[in-house]
Protein backbone atom coordinates (compact mmCIF):
# COMPACT_ATOMS: atom_id res chain seq x y z
CA UNK A 1 0.00 0.00 0.00
CA UNK A 2 2.88 2.47 0.98
CA UNK A 3 4.60 2.18 -2.35
CA UNK A 4 1.09 2.46 -4.33
CA UNK A 5 0.18 5.45 -2.24
CA UNK A 6 3.89 6.87 -3.07
CA UNK A 7 3.22 6.40 -6.80
CA UNK A 8 0.25 8.57 -6.85
CA UNK A 9 -2.14 5.37 -7.28
CA UNK A 10 -4.78 6.26 -4.54
CA UNK A 11 -4.35 9.98 -5.25
CA UNK A 12 -6.88 12.53 -5.45
CA UNK A 13 -6.56 12.56 -8.67
CA UNK A 14 -8.76 11.88 -11.49
CA UNK A 15 -7.18 9.59 -13.52
CA UNK A 16 -9.98 8.70 -15.23
CA UNK A 17 -12.48 11.19 -15.45
CA UNK A 18 -15.62 10.23 -17.17
CA UNK A 19 -17.56 6.28 -16.52
CA UNK A 20 -20.20 5.20 -18.93
CA UNK A 21 -20.40 8.94 -20.40
CA UNK A 22 -21.33 10.42 -16.97
CA UNK A 23 -18.57 13.07 -15.25
CA UNK A 24 -16.87 12.05 -12.29
CA UNK A 25 -16.03 14.57 -9.64
CA UNK A 26 -17.26 18.70 -9.69
CA UNK A 27 -15.21 18.80 -12.71
CA UNK A 28 -13.59 17.81 -16.26
CA UNK A 29 -10.31 19.09 -15.18
CA UNK A 30 -7.83 16.63 -14.28
CA UNK A 31 -6.89 17.01 -10.93
CA UNK A 32 -10.29 17.84 -9.66
CA UNK A 33 -11.59 15.02 -8.13
CA UNK A 34 -11.07 11.32 -6.84
CA UNK A 35 -11.80 8.17 -9.35
CA UNK A 36 -13.78 5.22 -8.40
CA UNK A 37 -10.10 2.50 -9.35
CA UNK A 38 -12.42 -0.21 -7.94
CA UNK A 39 -14.82 0.19 -11.14
CA UNK A 40 -12.09 -0.29 -13.82
CA UNK A 41 -10.91 -3.31 -11.13
CA UNK A 42 -14.09 -4.87 -11.31
CA UNK A 43 -14.82 -4.47 -14.93
CA UNK A 44 -16.82 -1.75 -14.76
CA UNK A 45 -17.74 0.42 -17.78
CA UNK A 46 -18.71 0.24 -21.39
CA UNK A 47 -17.55 1.46 -24.35
CA UNK A 48 -13.67 0.82 -23.78
CA UNK A 49 -13.61 1.87 -20.24
CA UNK A 50 -12.26 -1.35 -18.95
CA UNK A 51 -9.43 -2.95 -17.57
CA UNK A 52 -7.54 -3.25 -20.57
CA UNK A 53 -8.27 -0.46 -22.51
CA UNK A 54 -8.47 2.37 -19.52
CA UNK A 55 -8.38 6.04 -19.45
CA UNK A 56 -8.92 7.32 -22.71
CA UNK A 57 -9.03 10.62 -21.94
CA UNK A 58 -11.82 13.70 -22.88
CA UNK A 59 -13.36 14.78 -25.60
CA UNK A 60 -14.31 12.92 -29.78
CA UNK A 61 -11.76 10.38 -28.58
CA UNK A 62 -12.49 9.55 -25.56
CA UNK A 63 -13.41 6.18 -26.31
CA UNK A 64 -10.82 5.15 -29.07
CA UNK A 65 -7.55 5.04 -27.72
CA UNK A 66 -5.55 2.86 -29.99
CA UNK A 67 -6.90 -1.16 -29.98
CA UNK A 68 -9.33 -1.15 -26.96
CA UNK A 69 -11.15 -3.89 -25.82
CA UNK A 70 -14.10 -3.84 -28.02
CA UNK A 71 -12.18 -3.44 -31.13
CA UNK A 72 -9.46 -6.49 -30.49
CA UNK A 73 -12.41 -8.89 -29.41
CA UNK A 74 -13.93 -7.67 -32.20
CA UNK A 75 -11.19 -8.64 -34.22
CA UNK A 76 -10.08 -11.88 -32.82
CA UNK A 77 -13.59 -13.05 -33.36
CA UNK A 78 -12.66 -13.30 -36.82
CA UNK A 79 -9.20 -14.50 -36.49
CA UNK A 80 -10.96 -17.46 -34.12
CA UNK A 81 -12.80 -18.28 -37.25
CA UNK A 82 -16.27 -17.66 -35.83
CA UNK A 83 -17.51 -16.65 -38.99
CA UNK A 84 -16.06 -19.06 -41.93
CA UNK A 85 -19.49 -20.77 -41.58
CA UNK A 86 -20.96 -17.84 -43.75
CA UNK A 87 -21.16 -18.07 -47.40
CA UNK A 88 -22.67 -16.06 -50.16
CA UNK A 89 -25.31 -17.81 -50.74
CA UNK A 90 -28.90 -17.40 -48.86
CA UNK A 91 -28.10 -18.64 -45.95
CA UNK A 92 -25.59 -15.64 -45.25
CA UNK A 93 -28.41 -13.43 -44.95
CA UNK A 94 -30.15 -10.86 -47.11
CA UNK A 95 -28.34 -7.92 -48.87
CA UNK A 96 -29.47 -5.13 -46.50
CA UNK A 97 -27.78 -2.33 -49.08
CA UNK A 98 -26.21 -1.59 -52.22
CA UNK A 99 -23.38 0.41 -53.02
CA UNK A 100 -21.22 1.60 -55.90
CA UNK A 101 -17.91 1.24 -53.58
CA UNK A 102 -17.01 -0.42 -50.58
CA UNK A 103 -13.81 0.67 -48.64
CA UNK A 104 -13.21 -2.03 -45.97
CA UNK A 105 -11.31 0.37 -43.72
CA UNK A 106 -11.55 4.69 -42.41
CA UNK A 107 -7.70 4.97 -41.64
CA UNK A 108 -5.68 7.07 -44.28
CA UNK A 109 -5.60 4.84 -46.63
CA UNK A 110 -9.23 4.14 -46.70
CA UNK A 111 -10.06 8.18 -46.64
CA UNK A 112 -7.93 8.89 -49.41
CA UNK A 113 -9.03 6.25 -51.77
CA UNK A 114 -12.63 7.50 -50.91
CA UNK A 115 -11.54 10.69 -51.36
CA UNK A 116 -9.62 9.72 -54.56
CA UNK A 117 -12.63 7.98 -55.87
CA UNK A 118 -15.26 10.82 -55.27
CA UNK A 119 -13.08 12.93 -57.34
CA UNK A 120 -12.90 10.46 -60.54
CA UNK A 121 -16.86 10.17 -60.30
CA UNK A 122 -17.90 14.01 -59.37
CA UNK A 123 -19.29 12.56 -56.27
CA UNK A 124 -22.41 10.78 -58.24
CA UNK A 125 -21.50 6.97 -57.17
CA UNK A 126 -22.60 5.95 -53.37
CA UNK A 127 -19.40 4.83 -50.99
CA UNK A 128 -19.42 3.12 -47.72
CA UNK A 129 -16.40 3.15 -45.55
CA UNK A 130 -16.68 0.32 -43.15
CA UNK A 131 -14.43 1.95 -39.68
CA UNK A 132 -14.10 -0.70 -36.89
CA UNK A 133 -13.05 1.96 -34.31
CA UNK A 134 -15.34 4.11 -32.40
CA UNK A 135 -13.63 7.54 -34.36
CA UNK A 136 -12.54 7.49 -38.38
CA UNK A 137 -8.79 7.74 -38.69
CA UNK A 138 -7.24 4.53 -37.93
CA UNK A 139 -3.75 5.26 -36.58
CA UNK A 140 -3.94 8.79 -37.37
CA UNK A 141 -5.99 9.41 -33.95
CA UNK A 142 -5.05 11.76 -30.79
CA UNK A 143 -5.53 11.93 -27.61
CA UNK A 144 -7.00 14.96 -25.17
CA UNK A 145 -6.58 15.86 -21.50
CA UNK A 146 -8.11 18.66 -19.96
CA UNK A 147 -5.25 19.37 -16.61
CA UNK A 148 -5.55 21.87 -14.68
CA UNK A 149 -8.23 23.90 -17.04
CA UNK A 150 -5.40 23.39 -19.61
CA UNK A 151 -6.32 21.24 -23.37
CA UNK A 152 -3.68 19.29 -24.05
CA UNK A 153 -3.61 16.91 -27.65
CA UNK A 154 -0.95 14.44 -28.12
CA UNK A 155 -0.89 11.88 -31.28
CA UNK A 156 -2.03 8.00 -31.08
CA UNK A 157 0.78 6.90 -33.21
CA UNK A 158 0.61 7.98 -36.95
CA UNK A 159 2.99 11.73 -36.16
CA UNK A 160 5.44 13.83 -37.86
CA UNK A 161 4.63 15.01 -41.54
CA UNK A 162 7.05 16.95 -44.05
CA UNK A 163 5.04 20.04 -45.09
CA UNK A 164 5.38 19.46 -49.29
CA UNK A 165 6.65 22.27 -50.98
CA UNK A 166 4.31 24.35 -53.21
CA UNK A 167 4.22 23.29 -56.53
CA UNK A 168 6.24 20.35 -56.13
CA UNK A 169 3.78 17.95 -58.09
CA UNK A 170 3.72 15.47 -55.41
CA UNK A 171 1.01 13.64 -54.02
CA UNK A 172 1.15 15.50 -51.00
CA UNK A 173 1.10 18.72 -52.02
CA UNK A 174 -1.52 18.35 -54.43
CA UNK A 175 -3.43 17.25 -51.41
CA UNK A 176 -2.21 20.28 -49.58
CA UNK A 177 -3.23 22.24 -52.49
CA UNK A 178 -6.58 20.28 -53.20
CA UNK A 179 -7.78 21.24 -49.25
CA UNK A 180 -5.98 24.56 -48.36
CA UNK A 181 -3.81 22.83 -45.44
CA UNK A 182 -1.35 25.29 -44.55
CA UNK A 183 2.53 24.79 -45.23
CA UNK A 184 3.46 27.32 -42.12
CA UNK A 185 2.90 26.70 -38.96
CA UNK A 186 3.39 28.77 -35.75
CA UNK A 187 4.38 27.34 -32.58
CA UNK A 188 4.53 28.18 -28.75
CA UNK A 189 7.33 30.53 -27.98
CA UNK A 190 10.07 29.88 -25.21
CA UNK A 191 10.07 32.92 -22.27
CA UNK A 192 13.53 34.22 -23.14
CA UNK A 193 13.46 34.47 -18.91
CA UNK A 194 14.12 30.52 -18.65
CA UNK A 195 17.12 28.76 -19.44
CA UNK A 196 17.11 27.98 -22.81
CA UNK A 197 16.25 25.06 -24.34
CA UNK A 198 15.96 22.94 -27.60
CA UNK A 199 12.35 20.85 -28.35
CA UNK A 200 11.31 18.78 -30.76
CA UNK A 201 8.33 19.70 -32.97
CA UNK A 202 7.35 16.15 -33.36
CA UNK A 203 8.33 12.82 -30.76
CA UNK A 204 10.88 11.07 -33.45
CA UNK A 205 13.24 13.43 -33.81
CA UNK A 206 14.65 13.34 -30.47
CA UNK A 207 15.44 9.25 -30.92
CA UNK A 208 19.10 8.55 -31.77
CA UNK A 209 20.03 8.14 -35.20
CA UNK A 210 17.06 10.63 -36.05
CA UNK A 211 17.79 14.50 -35.23
CA UNK A 212 18.77 14.58 -32.00
CA UNK A 213 21.64 16.51 -32.24
CA UNK A 214 19.29 19.28 -32.60
CA UNK A 215 16.95 18.49 -29.23
CA UNK A 216 18.55 18.88 -25.55
CA UNK A 217 18.35 15.24 -25.06
CA UNK A 218 18.82 14.13 -21.09
CA UNK A 219 20.89 10.41 -20.96
CA UNK A 220 20.49 7.98 -18.16
CA UNK A 221 23.07 5.64 -17.30
CA UNK A 222 23.38 2.68 -14.64
CA UNK A 223 25.22 -0.47 -13.87
CA UNK A 224 23.66 -2.38 -16.43
CA UNK A 225 25.93 -0.15 -18.63
CA UNK A 226 28.62 0.36 -17.13
CA UNK A 227 28.39 3.06 -15.15
CA UNK A 228 29.04 3.08 -11.11
CA UNK A 229 25.98 4.25 -9.90
CA UNK A 230 22.83 5.49 -11.89
CA UNK A 231 23.53 9.24 -13.56
CA UNK A 232 21.90 12.20 -16.38
CA UNK A 233 23.88 13.27 -18.64
CA UNK A 234 23.43 15.91 -21.39
CA UNK A 235 23.54 16.02 -25.18
CA UNK A 236 26.27 12.96 -25.30
CA UNK A 237 27.47 13.55 -28.67
CA UNK A 238 28.23 17.10 -28.42
CA UNK A 239 31.73 15.96 -26.70
CA UNK A 240 32.20 12.55 -28.48
CA UNK A 241 30.28 10.43 -25.56
CA UNK A 242 32.82 11.62 -23.36
CA UNK A 243 31.02 11.69 -20.21
CA UNK A 244 29.60 8.21 -21.18
CA UNK A 245 30.63 5.28 -18.91
CA UNK A 246 31.51 3.05 -22.20
CA UNK A 247 34.73 2.57 -23.09
CA UNK A 248 37.05 4.12 -25.53
CA UNK A 249 36.45 1.47 -28.55
CA UNK A 250 32.95 1.21 -27.77
CA UNK A 251 32.53 5.30 -27.57
CA UNK A 252 34.63 5.21 -31.20
CA UNK A 253 32.15 2.83 -32.70
CA UNK A 254 29.47 4.59 -31.77
CA UNK A 255 30.53 7.66 -33.32
CA UNK A 256 31.59 5.74 -36.49
CA UNK A 257 27.96 4.25 -36.08
CA UNK A 258 25.75 7.76 -35.77
CA UNK A 259 28.23 9.22 -39.00
CA UNK A 260 27.49 6.08 -41.12
CA UNK A 261 24.25 7.51 -42.12
CA UNK A 262 21.83 5.49 -44.52
CA UNK A 263 21.28 8.89 -46.59
CA UNK A 264 24.38 8.62 -48.56
CA UNK A 265 23.87 5.74 -51.08
CA UNK A 266 27.29 4.51 -50.33
CA UNK A 267 25.70 0.87 -49.05
CA UNK A 268 24.16 -1.00 -51.62
CA UNK A 269 20.19 -0.81 -50.52
CA UNK A 270 19.76 -4.61 -52.34
CA UNK A 271 22.85 -6.05 -50.32
CA UNK A 272 21.71 -4.84 -47.26
CA UNK A 273 18.40 -6.60 -47.42
CA UNK A 274 19.95 -10.25 -47.67
CA UNK A 275 21.54 -9.91 -43.81
CA UNK A 276 20.03 -8.56 -40.77
CA UNK A 277 21.10 -5.42 -39.35
CA UNK A 278 22.74 -7.03 -36.24
CA UNK A 279 25.01 -8.88 -38.47
CA UNK A 280 25.65 -5.66 -40.76
CA UNK A 281 26.58 -3.95 -37.57
CA UNK A 282 28.97 -6.89 -35.74
CA UNK A 283 29.76 -8.63 -38.57
CA UNK A 284 30.32 -6.02 -41.41
CA UNK A 285 31.50 -3.50 -39.84
CA UNK A 286 32.87 -5.34 -36.77
CA UNK A 287 31.15 -3.30 -34.13
CA UNK A 288 31.10 -4.78 -30.63
CA UNK A 289 27.67 -6.09 -29.36
CA UNK A 290 27.10 -2.98 -27.27
CA UNK A 291 26.98 -0.54 -30.30
CA UNK A 292 23.96 -2.92 -31.25
CA UNK A 293 22.33 -2.97 -27.95
CA UNK A 294 22.46 1.19 -27.77
CA UNK A 295 20.89 1.25 -31.84
CA UNK A 296 18.43 -1.60 -30.94
CA UNK A 297 15.46 0.35 -29.69
CA UNK A 298 14.68 2.54 -32.54
CA UNK A 299 14.79 -0.05 -34.83
CA UNK A 300 12.86 -2.64 -32.17
CA UNK A 301 10.36 0.31 -32.21
CA UNK A 302 9.88 1.23 -36.06
CA UNK A 303 11.18 -2.05 -37.63
CA UNK A 304 8.84 -4.05 -34.78
CA UNK A 305 11.66 -6.28 -33.61
CA UNK A 306 15.35 -6.47 -32.54
CA UNK A 307 18.52 -6.07 -34.72
CA UNK A 308 18.98 -9.62 -34.99
CA UNK A 309 15.47 -10.59 -37.35
CA UNK A 310 15.11 -7.46 -39.07
CA UNK A 311 16.36 -6.27 -42.63
CA UNK A 312 19.96 -4.31 -42.22
CA UNK A 313 18.16 -2.02 -44.94
CA UNK A 314 16.04 -1.15 -42.65
CA UNK A 315 18.12 -0.25 -39.70
CA UNK A 316 20.55 1.72 -42.09
CA UNK A 317 17.93 3.62 -43.26
CA UNK A 318 16.96 4.96 -39.58
CA UNK A 319 20.46 6.36 -39.17
CA UNK A 320 20.08 9.74 -40.49
CA UNK A 321 22.65 12.88 -40.88
CA UNK A 322 20.16 14.88 -39.06
CA UNK A 323 17.58 16.67 -40.69
CA UNK A 324 17.97 20.50 -41.67
CA UNK A 325 15.03 21.57 -39.96
CA UNK A 326 13.30 19.99 -36.88
CA UNK A 327 10.18 17.84 -38.55
CA UNK A 328 6.79 19.28 -37.56
CA UNK A 329 3.58 17.65 -36.32
CA UNK A 330 0.38 18.91 -35.46
CA UNK A 331 -0.94 18.45 -32.00
CA UNK A 332 -2.53 15.28 -32.78
CA UNK A 333 -0.21 13.84 -34.85
CA UNK A 334 -2.00 12.92 -38.38
CA UNK A 335 -5.53 12.96 -37.18
CA UNK A 336 -5.34 16.40 -38.84
CA UNK A 337 -4.77 14.84 -41.93
CA UNK A 338 -7.73 12.17 -41.39
CA UNK A 339 -10.20 14.91 -40.41
CA UNK A 340 -9.18 16.93 -43.47
CA UNK A 341 -9.92 14.40 -45.53
CA UNK A 342 -13.03 13.53 -43.82
CA UNK A 343 -14.21 17.02 -43.94
CA UNK A 344 -13.75 17.11 -47.82
CA UNK A 345 -15.62 13.69 -48.07
CA UNK A 346 -18.65 15.20 -45.58
CA UNK A 347 -18.44 18.87 -45.27
CA UNK A 348 -20.27 18.76 -41.56
CA UNK A 349 -18.78 15.87 -40.63
CA UNK A 350 -16.54 18.45 -38.25
CA UNK A 351 -19.69 20.81 -38.15
CA UNK A 352 -19.72 24.28 -39.64
CA UNK A 353 -16.54 26.66 -40.52
CA UNK A 354 -14.45 27.84 -43.06
CA UNK A 355 -12.98 25.31 -45.45
CA UNK A 356 -9.94 26.55 -45.82
CA UNK A 357 -6.75 29.08 -45.15
CA UNK A 358 -6.12 29.56 -41.12
CA UNK A 359 -9.39 29.87 -40.29
CA UNK A 360 -10.12 26.80 -41.95
CA UNK A 361 -6.95 24.84 -40.01
CA UNK A 362 -8.16 26.06 -36.57
CA UNK A 363 -12.31 24.54 -37.93
CA UNK A 364 -10.68 21.09 -38.67
CA UNK A 365 -8.28 20.74 -35.69
CA UNK A 366 -11.15 22.38 -33.12
CA UNK A 367 -14.11 21.39 -34.43
CA UNK A 368 -16.15 18.79 -32.87
CA UNK A 369 -17.13 15.15 -34.69
CA UNK A 370 -20.73 15.30 -35.28
CA UNK A 371 -21.06 11.42 -35.61
CA UNK A 372 -24.51 12.07 -36.78
CA UNK A 373 -23.81 13.32 -39.56
CA UNK A 374 -20.98 10.52 -41.08
CA UNK A 375 -23.61 7.74 -41.84
CA UNK A 376 -26.71 9.62 -43.37
CA UNK A 377 -28.73 8.19 -46.25
CA UNK A 378 -28.32 10.19 -49.20
CA UNK A 379 -24.61 11.46 -48.98
CA UNK A 380 -22.33 10.06 -51.00
CA UNK A 381 -19.72 9.13 -49.03
CA UNK A 382 -20.93 7.37 -45.75
CA UNK A 383 -18.80 6.29 -42.68
CA UNK A 384 -20.13 3.91 -40.60
CA UNK A 385 -17.95 3.36 -37.42
CA UNK A 386 -17.50 0.67 -34.99
CA UNK A 387 -18.61 -1.82 -38.23
CA UNK A 388 -15.81 -4.90 -38.57
CA UNK A 389 -15.68 -6.59 -41.77
CA UNK A 390 -15.69 -10.21 -41.35
CA UNK A 391 -16.16 -11.60 -44.68
CA UNK A 392 -15.58 -10.46 -48.25
CA UNK A 393 -15.73 -11.96 -52.15
CA UNK A 394 -17.52 -11.84 -54.91
CA UNK A 395 -20.69 -12.36 -55.65
CA UNK A 396 -21.05 -16.72 -56.42
CA UNK A 397 -17.26 -16.97 -56.05
CA UNK A 398 -16.63 -15.24 -59.51
CA UNK A 399 -14.49 -12.27 -60.00
CA UNK A 400 -16.57 -11.88 -63.12
CA UNK A 401 -19.63 -11.65 -61.53
CA UNK A 402 -19.79 -7.70 -61.43
CA UNK A 403 -20.46 -7.47 -57.25
CA UNK A 404 -18.88 -8.20 -53.89
CA UNK A 405 -20.13 -9.06 -51.05
CA UNK A 406 -19.36 -7.82 -47.96
CA UNK A 407 -20.43 -8.98 -44.56
CA UNK A 408 -19.80 -6.62 -40.94
CA UNK A 409 -20.19 -7.35 -37.99
CA UNK A 410 -22.20 -4.46 -35.53
CA UNK A 411 -22.54 -4.62 -31.84
CA UNK A 412 -22.51 -8.26 -32.76
CA UNK A 413 -25.28 -7.91 -35.46
CA UNK A 414 -24.36 -9.21 -38.68
CA UNK A 415 -24.93 -7.07 -41.54
CA UNK A 416 -24.50 -7.50 -45.76
CA UNK A 417 -23.74 -5.00 -48.34
CA UNK A 418 -23.30 -5.49 -51.67
CA UNK A 419 -21.14 -3.48 -53.61
CA UNK A 420 -19.71 -3.34 -57.47
CA UNK A 421 -16.25 -2.80 -55.95
CA UNK A 422 -14.37 -3.12 -52.66
CA UNK A 423 -11.37 -1.70 -51.75
CA UNK A 424 -9.50 -3.25 -48.89
CA UNK A 425 -7.70 -0.48 -46.64
CA UNK A 426 -7.76 -2.34 -43.65
CA UNK A 427 -4.14 -3.62 -42.14
CA UNK A 428 -2.92 -7.30 -44.08
CA UNK A 429 -3.72 -9.19 -40.91
CA UNK A 430 -6.98 -8.28 -41.79
CA UNK A 431 -7.87 -9.29 -45.08
CA UNK A 432 -6.02 -12.77 -45.14
CA UNK A 433 -8.58 -13.83 -43.03
CA UNK A 434 -11.60 -12.34 -44.12
CA UNK A 435 -11.25 -12.12 -48.35
CA UNK A 436 -12.65 -15.61 -48.69
CA UNK A 437 -11.47 -16.32 -52.52
CA UNK A 438 -7.94 -14.87 -52.44
CA UNK A 439 -6.42 -16.20 -55.10
CA UNK A 440 -3.27 -18.65 -53.94
CA UNK A 441 -0.85 -16.50 -54.99
CA UNK A 442 -1.80 -12.97 -52.98
CA UNK A 443 -2.43 -15.64 -49.97
CA UNK A 444 0.96 -17.16 -50.14
CA UNK A 445 2.26 -13.33 -50.09
CA UNK A 446 0.58 -12.99 -47.05
CA UNK A 447 1.83 -15.82 -45.67
CA UNK A 448 4.82 -14.12 -45.64
CA UNK A 449 3.96 -10.80 -43.74
CA UNK A 450 4.63 -10.37 -40.14
CA UNK A 451 3.11 -7.59 -38.12
CA UNK A 452 4.36 -6.17 -34.66
CA UNK A 453 2.91 -4.35 -32.25
CA UNK A 454 3.69 -0.72 -30.75
CA UNK A 455 2.59 1.03 -27.96
CA UNK A 456 2.38 4.83 -27.71
CA UNK A 457 1.41 6.62 -23.97
CA UNK A 458 0.77 9.80 -23.17
CA UNK A 459 1.16 10.88 -20.14
CA UNK A 460 -0.15 13.92 -18.97
CA UNK A 461 1.66 16.31 -16.03
CA UNK A 462 0.61 18.94 -14.33
CA UNK A 463 4.58 20.06 -14.26
CA UNK A 464 7.70 19.49 -15.67
CA UNK A 465 10.27 21.38 -13.54
CA UNK A 466 11.80 17.99 -13.20
CA UNK A 467 13.15 18.01 -16.60
CA UNK A 468 13.96 21.55 -16.96
CA UNK A 469 16.42 20.80 -13.89
CA UNK A 470 17.90 18.42 -16.29
CA UNK A 471 18.28 21.20 -18.68
CA UNK A 472 16.34 18.85 -21.19
CA UNK A 473 13.19 18.30 -23.40
CA UNK A 474 13.79 14.75 -23.68
CA UNK A 475 14.98 11.53 -22.06
CA UNK A 476 16.78 8.46 -22.69
CA UNK A 477 17.52 5.10 -21.27
CA UNK A 478 19.41 2.24 -21.95
CA UNK A 479 16.83 -0.49 -22.48
CA UNK A 480 17.71 -3.91 -20.59
CA UNK A 481 14.60 -5.43 -22.13
CA UNK A 482 12.28 -5.25 -18.88
CA UNK A 483 12.16 -1.34 -19.09
CA UNK A 484 9.11 0.58 -20.36
CA UNK A 485 9.95 1.99 -23.71
CA UNK A 486 13.35 3.73 -24.55
CA UNK A 487 13.42 7.46 -24.61
CA UNK A 488 10.03 9.98 -23.79
CA UNK A 489 9.96 14.11 -24.82
CA UNK A 490 7.85 16.82 -24.83
CA UNK A 491 7.00 18.57 -28.38
CA UNK A 492 7.29 22.00 -28.72
CA UNK A 493 3.09 22.78 -29.78
CA UNK A 494 2.13 23.61 -32.37
CA UNK A 495 -0.50 27.20 -31.98
CA UNK A 496 -3.75 26.10 -34.22
CA UNK A 497 -6.16 28.94 -33.71
CA UNK A 498 -8.23 28.26 -30.61
CA UNK A 499 -5.63 25.47 -29.15
CA UNK A 500 -2.80 27.50 -27.41
CA UNK A 501 -1.46 25.33 -24.82
CA UNK A 502 1.22 26.65 -22.59
CA UNK A 503 5.00 26.11 -22.37
CA UNK A 504 6.25 26.25 -19.59
CA UNK A 505 8.44 24.18 -16.86
CA UNK A 506 5.51 24.84 -13.77
CA UNK A 507 2.19 24.29 -16.20
CA UNK A 508 0.69 21.43 -17.47
CA UNK A 509 2.33 19.65 -20.33
CA UNK A 510 2.51 15.70 -22.52
CA UNK A 511 5.39 13.53 -22.11
CA UNK A 512 4.86 11.21 -24.89
CA UNK A 513 6.23 7.48 -24.85
CA UNK A 514 6.82 5.09 -27.98
CA UNK A 515 7.41 1.60 -27.27
CA UNK A 516 8.20 -1.43 -29.44
CA UNK A 517 7.71 -4.55 -28.05
CA UNK A 518 11.02 -7.12 -29.52
CA UNK A 519 12.20 -9.85 -28.29
CA UNK A 520 16.21 -10.61 -29.35
CA UNK A 521 17.20 -13.91 -29.94
CA UNK A 522 14.58 -15.32 -31.60
CA UNK A 523 12.82 -15.10 -35.41
CA UNK A 524 10.96 -12.35 -36.65
CA UNK A 525 7.31 -14.08 -36.29
CA UNK A 526 8.01 -15.11 -33.06
CA UNK A 527 9.09 -11.75 -31.41
CA UNK A 528 6.11 -9.93 -33.14
CA UNK A 529 3.81 -12.98 -31.85
CA UNK A 530 5.71 -12.85 -27.98
CA UNK A 531 5.82 -8.99 -28.12
CA UNK A 532 2.00 -9.11 -29.11
CA UNK A 533 1.31 -11.31 -26.20
CA UNK A 534 3.06 -8.77 -23.91
CA UNK A 535 0.81 -6.25 -25.22
CA UNK A 536 -2.57 -8.00 -25.15
CA UNK A 537 -1.49 -9.79 -21.67
CA UNK A 538 -0.49 -6.75 -19.83
CA UNK A 539 -3.80 -4.52 -17.72
CA UNK A 540 -3.75 -0.72 -17.84
CA UNK A 541 -3.50 -0.76 -14.21
CA UNK A 542 0.17 -2.88 -14.48
CA UNK A 543 1.20 -0.61 -17.32
CA UNK A 544 -0.18 2.79 -14.93
CA UNK A 545 2.22 1.36 -12.32
CA UNK A 546 4.85 0.46 -14.54
CA UNK A 547 5.40 3.96 -15.83
CA UNK A 548 4.57 5.58 -12.59
CA UNK A 549 7.36 3.41 -10.92
CA UNK A 550 10.01 3.71 -13.91
CA UNK A 551 9.48 7.92 -13.78
CA UNK A 552 9.78 7.63 -10.55
CA UNK A 553 13.41 5.47 -10.17
CA UNK A 554 14.74 7.77 -12.78
CA UNK A 555 13.40 11.39 -12.13
CA UNK A 556 13.04 11.74 -8.29
CA UNK A 557 16.59 12.85 -7.70
CA UNK A 558 15.30 15.86 -9.85
CA UNK A 559 12.32 16.50 -7.83
CA UNK A 560 9.82 14.32 -9.38
CA UNK A 561 6.85 13.43 -7.53
CA UNK A 562 4.48 10.68 -9.21
CA UNK A 563 1.82 11.15 -7.32
CA UNK A 564 1.86 15.48 -7.76
CA UNK A 565 3.32 15.08 -11.24
CA UNK A 566 1.24 12.56 -13.13
CA UNK A 567 -2.45 13.99 -14.05
CA UNK A 568 -3.55 11.53 -16.18
CA UNK A 569 -2.22 8.05 -18.51
CA UNK A 570 -3.70 6.98 -21.51
CA UNK A 571 -2.57 4.03 -23.26
CA UNK A 572 -2.36 3.41 -26.89
CA UNK A 573 -2.12 0.01 -28.07
CA UNK A 574 -1.42 -0.82 -31.54
CA UNK A 575 -1.66 -5.12 -31.91
CA UNK A 576 0.04 -4.50 -35.76
CA UNK A 577 1.35 -1.24 -35.68
CA UNK A 578 5.02 -2.39 -38.05
CA UNK A 579 5.28 -4.61 -41.40
CA UNK A 580 8.14 -6.42 -40.38
CA UNK A 581 10.94 -6.52 -43.12
CA UNK A 582 13.11 -9.59 -42.25
CA UNK A 583 15.84 -9.75 -44.75
CA UNK A 584 14.27 -10.26 -48.26
CA UNK A 585 11.16 -9.23 -47.50
CA UNK A 586 11.61 -5.69 -49.90
CA UNK A 587 13.17 -6.58 -52.75
CA UNK A 588 12.05 -10.19 -53.29
CA UNK A 589 14.40 -13.89 -52.87
CA UNK A 590 15.92 -16.01 -55.52
CA UNK A 591 14.34 -13.49 -58.38
CA UNK A 592 11.11 -14.01 -57.30
CA UNK A 593 8.90 -10.68 -56.94
CA UNK A 594 8.31 -9.53 -53.15
CA UNK A 595 5.33 -10.27 -51.46
CA UNK A 596 3.95 -6.43 -51.14
CA UNK A 597 4.03 -6.57 -55.35
CA UNK A 598 1.86 -9.70 -55.43
CA UNK A 599 -0.79 -8.59 -52.82
CA UNK A 600 -0.72 -4.55 -54.44
CA UNK A 601 -2.26 -6.18 -57.43
CA UNK A 602 -5.50 -7.14 -55.94
CA UNK A 603 -7.60 -9.42 -58.18
CA UNK A 604 -11.18 -9.26 -60.01
CA UNK A 605 -12.91 -6.22 -58.14
CA UNK A 606 -11.80 -6.02 -55.20
CA UNK A 607 -8.53 -3.66 -54.93
CA UNK A 608 -5.87 -3.79 -51.72
CA UNK A 609 -4.45 -0.29 -50.45
CA UNK A 610 -2.61 -1.44 -47.28
CA UNK A 611 0.14 1.71 -46.20
CA UNK A 612 2.16 -0.87 -45.39
CA UNK A 613 2.73 -2.22 -49.37
CA UNK A 614 5.87 -0.17 -48.66
CA UNK A 615 7.45 -1.51 -46.04
CA UNK A 616 6.20 0.75 -43.30
CA UNK A 617 2.85 2.19 -41.99
CA UNK A 618 3.12 5.75 -42.86
CA UNK A 619 0.99 8.52 -43.58
CA UNK A 620 2.62 8.30 -47.51
CA UNK A 621 2.35 4.99 -48.36
CA UNK A 622 -1.41 5.37 -47.26
CA UNK A 623 -1.90 8.11 -49.68
CA UNK A 624 -0.09 6.42 -52.70
CA UNK A 625 -1.90 3.17 -52.42
CA UNK A 626 -5.68 4.81 -51.12
CA UNK A 627 -5.06 6.64 -54.34
CA UNK A 628 -3.74 3.88 -56.31
CA UNK A 629 -6.67 1.47 -55.68
CA UNK A 630 -9.45 4.22 -56.16
CA UNK A 631 -7.84 4.60 -59.56
CA UNK A 632 -7.76 0.54 -60.19
CA UNK A 633 -11.28 0.71 -59.36
CA UNK A 634 -11.74 3.93 -61.37
CA UNK A 635 -10.32 2.02 -64.53
CA UNK A 636 -13.05 -0.95 -64.22
CA UNK A 637 -15.71 1.74 -64.61
CA UNK A 638 -16.87 1.68 -60.98
Same mark, same amino acid.
Given at each position: ?273 ? $? ?147 ? $? ?125 ? $? ?87
Amino acid at each position: MADTDRLGLTAPITRRDMLNGVLLGSGAALGAAACPAHALAAGQGADGLDPFTGYGGVGDYALSNGNTAAVMNAAHRVRDGAYQALGDGPAAGPVDEDYDLVIVGGGLSGLMAAYEYAKGTGGRRRCLILENHPVFGGAAKQNEFLVNGVRLIGPQASNDFLPPEPGSGTQVDQVFAELDIPRTYTFKDWDPKLTPLRFALDNYDNMDGMAEGTVDVAYHFDPSTGAKQPYWVRNIWEDALARTPYGADVRRQLLQWRATTGETGDEDPRLLDT $MTYKHYLEQVKGYAPAVTRFAQPVVGLLGGVGADAVSARVGHHYVTEGRGKPTPSFPGGNSMLSRYLTRALIPDALGAGPTGGQAGFNAVANGRVRFDALDRQGQPTRIRLRATAVRVEHQNRDANSGAVLVTYERDRDLKRVRAKAVI $MASGGWVTRRVVADLPDDIRAAYAQFIHAPALVANVALTNWRFLYRLGATAARWIDDGTMFGFCANIRRPMVVGDYDPPLHPDRPTLLTFYMGLYTPGHDAATQASLGRGRLLATSYADYERIIRSQ $MADMFTGSGFDPRRDIAGIILNRWGHARVVQPPGFYYGVDGRPSPREVVAKGFGRIAIAHAELNGAQNYTGAFQHGKRAAQQILALGV
